[in-house]
């Protein structure tokens, strides 16, 4: 069993920036990839950002590059999603997630791979 929760949530102005994390306990977390999804109301779950067992590979979505960036400790089993000049369309849930299989050699974007998720975190952006 595999447990995620996720922290760092909250209101921030556009053009501001928060900074996410999610703690992970269950299974040997430094042998699997990580990413973030968000989900906004009244649309689907989207892929934000994700990355490799060991951190050297990452993969971000069109809407964020340049603006998040993620990490992981693998000593400390967390791993960050640093987001800078946020927009109004940033405003969703955020997860984090596991993915499902052991020392991927790509990191996925794709939501069914990843098999254990955290229960979010609200990030709201206000004009």
């Known amino acids: 069993q595999v447990q995620l929760v996720e922290s760092g949530g909250g209101l921030v102005q556009a053009g501001g920036s928060l900074r996410l994390s999610c703690a992970a306990s269950g299974r040997m977390f430094s042998s699997y990839a990580m990413g973030w999804f968000r989900q906004a109301p009244g649309k689907e779950r989207e892929f934000v950002a994700a990355?490799?067992?060991?951190?050297?590979?990452?993969a971000y979505a069109g809407s964020v590059k340049g603006r998040f960036t993620i990490s992981r400790d693998n000593v400390r089993n967390l791993v960050h999603l640093q987001m800078n000049s946020l927009k109004s369309e940033d405003a969703a849930v955020y997860y984090c997630a596991s993915d499902g299989v052991r020392r991927r050699l790509v990191v996925t974007e794709t939501i069914d791979e990843y098999d254990y998720w955290g229960q979010g975190t609200q990030v709201t952006v206000s004009s």
């Open positions: 990355i490799s067992w060991n951190g050297g590979s990452t």
